[in-house]
């Protein structure tokens, strides 16, 4: 069965350290992996896929097929990142979206 | 076009009554998704329209959840005998072209079933 693990809940980390979300998936063949992100006040909102294999506001994600992991990276938090994160896992040929369930990051000052 | 569009932004109802959710996705948007979020996890896919057809269920969609896009244009969330484990935020979404394709969410429908 597919299913996304966020293993944190909350990350806290100071304005200028690098911060790195955790994303580990279950699913036999090759899925497509997103992250999304939701400000405060705000809707969801897709940050970056790895399809796309862009950094989008200094953010990157490396898929590890061995790992089976997504991890999300900035080397350089800035307190506009604090935001709740999801992990989002959508399986080849089929639209069943399954998101873990988040990790909030607060940039401190 | 602002974006997705829900309504309403909120629902009170008590425990038995019947709720009915719209959603109007961006309008060359040909696929359309549903999903409930529950306090403390990550949005759950409900089911998912490609223009009117609905091609795709959740087994969380029991026979008391019924969608509609009639016309592949705005669609319907309808609970019938609601529940008090039918409290969640309401999630729209919708996207063009494939599986791999962003999808836009709406700002969701908060329903408290009392």
């Known amino acids: 069965a597919q299913r996304v693990t966020q293993p944190e809940k909350l990350l806290s980390v100071f304005k200028g350290a690098p911060v790195e979300l955790k994303c580990n998936y279950s699913?036999?063949?090759?899925?497509?992996l997103f992250w999304y992100v939701q400000y405060s006040r705000q809707r969801l909102q897709l940050l970056l896929r790895?399809?796309s294999r862009e950094s989008i506001k200094g953010f990157t994600a490396d898929l590890n097929k061995g790992e089976t992991s997504f991890h999300l990276k900035k080397p350089f938090a800035q307190e506009e990142d604090s935001a709740m994160y999801y992990c989002?896992?959508?399986?080849?040929?089929?639209?069943?979206?399954?998101f873990g369930a988040g990790t909030r990051l607060t940039v401190k000052p | 076009d602002t974006g997705v569009s829900q309504n309403p932004r909120h629902k009170i109802t008590k425990r038995g009554q019947n709720v009915t959710f719209r959603c109007d996705p961006i309008?060359?948007?040909?696929?359309l998704y549903w999903y409930r979020q529950t306090l403390g996890q990550g949005p759950e896919f409900l089911t998912y329209?490609?223009?009117?057809?609905?091609?795709?269920k959740s087994r969380l969609l029991s026979d008391r959840f019924s969608a509609e896009r009639p016309k592949g244009s705005f669609s319907t969330l309808e609970i019938q005998r609601t529940e008090q484990g039918d409290s969640a935020m309401y999630l729209c979404?919708?996207?063009?072209?494939?599986?791999?394709?962003?999808?836009?969410f709406g700002p969701g429908t908060r329903l408290t079933v009392l």
């Open positions: 790895h399809i």
């Open positions: 989002a896992l959508s399986p080849l040929n089929n639209n069943d979206m399954r």
């Open positions: 329209f490609q223009n009117e057809a609905q091609l795709e």
């Open positions: 309008s060359e948007h040909n696929r």
């Open positions: 979404a919708s996207s063009w072209g494939g599986s791999y394709n962003e999808q836009f």
């Open positions: 699913y036999s063949g090759s899925p497509e």
